[in-house]
């Protein structure tokens, strides 16, 4: 079993800025991509950034240029750090890993969540 647990949300004004951790535990063999995604009240589900084992970037067109993502292997963690936020960056940010367990399957596993509040 394989879990990833966020930290680092909370409430931040327009402006400001907030790191995001995931770290990734359990009966892992390898972390593959690993990326940040989110969700807005009333909205789907959408990318904000993924990462390579080799770190590799990606970012959705929106965060450009404002958020940075990165990793530590050693740690099996993921950041997400977060600079000039908006009001429409509100939202609920889930860790994502494409993992290779110990008994050799391949999972993709999400976290449990973590809000983000931007205020005007």
């Known amino acids: 079993q394989v879990q990833l647990v966020e930290s680092g949300g909370g409430l931040v004004q327009a402006g400001g800025f907030m790191r995001l951790s995931c770290a990734a535990s359990?009966?892992?063999?390898?972390?593959?991509?690993m990326g940040w995604y989110r969700q807005a009240p009333g909205k789907q589900r959408e990318l904000v950034a993924t990462?390579?084992?080799?770190?590799?970037?990606n970012y959705a067109n929106s965060v450009k240029g404002r958020f940075t993502i990165s990793r530590d292997n050693a740690k099996n963690t993921v950041y997400l750090q977060m600079n000039s936020l908006k009001p429409e960056d509100t939202a609920v940010y889930y860790c994502?890993?494409?993992?290779?367990?110990?008994?050799?399957?391949?999972?993709?596993?999400w976290g449990q969540g973590t809000l983000v509040t931007v205020s005007s």
């Open positions: 359990g009966s892992i063999f390898s972390l593959n991509t």
């Open positions: 990462i390579t084992s080799g770190g590799s970037p």
């Open positions: 994502n890993a494409a993992v290779i367990t110990n008994a050799g399957r391949y999972l993709g596993v």
